[in-house]
């Protein structure tokens, strides 16, 4: 049972457009989310996150969104450049847990 | 800085081979992570060390073997793989989940091929 879940495998977008990438969960336990970016043959690298107390965290051109009542939540990039082309991965755990539960992710492409 | 170094960058290694892998962080973190990722999937848990002690093994076959000498490094030696254990095996660390943020910081990874 996936507890976390991407259902689009890919996006595309255009240059300088908003990127709205989705992610669902089904465990109300999560309680910290986390949204990953990785290029191939790459470790992830950490974009940004949120806590469950919180329904919207900004850094910079990301903005994550978090809606508990849907166990839903969005990254917006904003601007979009093309070195946002990456696989992104939304993960969630658990309060005092170590393990990250991560969705299936999804490949962004920036078109020029 | 949030910066986790591995060596190496890759490793071919045959069936009967010895082989270690890896990794060190001097952020402060007191929790280290092996991973294992396929393409096109998701970072899979291995191990998980806290305060230098094995708090998590994700029933990893025992070809896998974890230590961590201490508070900033982080081994994996590897004997006896299959060929179905080529992979990216990435380490990474974090601050302890307790109670607070759970950011996990990635290494590059080791590209690893058994022949």
């Known amino acids: 049972d996936q507890q976390v879940k991407q259902n689009s495998p890919s996006l595309s977008v255009q240059e300088g457009r908003i990127s709205i990438l989705n992610c669902d969960y089904t465990n109300s336990m999560f309680d910290y989310f986390l949204w990953y970016k990785k290029y191939p043959a790459e470790g992830p690298t950490f974009l940004i996150s949120i806590s469950s107390i919180k329904d919207k965290n900004e850094d910079g051109r990301f903005t994550v969104f978090l809606n508990k009542s849907a166990k839903h939540l969005s990254l917006h990039i904003v601007p979009s450049q093309p070195g946002d082309s990456a696989v992104y991965f939304c993960a969630a755990s658990e309060d005092s847990n170590y393990q990250l539960i991560w969705g299936a992710g999804t490949k962004l492409i920036i078109k020029p | ?115």
């Open chain 2, 1 to 115: 800085d949030t910066e986790v170094t591995q060596t190496p960058k890759h490793l071919v290694m045959g069936m009967t081979n010895k082989k270690s892998l890896k990794c060190e962080q001097h952020m402060g973190h007191r929790a280290m992570y092996w991973y294992k990722q396929k393409a096109k999937k998701p970072p899979e848990l291995m191990f998980v060390y806290s305060y230098e002690k094995l708090s998590i093994n994700e029933s990893v076959p025992s070809r896998f073997s974890p230590e961590c000498p201490n508070s900033s490094l982080l081994n994996l030696h590897l004997h006896a793989l299959q060929p179905e254990d080529s992979a990216l095996y990435l380490c990474a660390s974090s601050q302890p989940a307790s109670g607070g943020s759970y950011e996990q910081y990635f290494g590059p990874g080791t590209r690893l091929t058994v022949t």
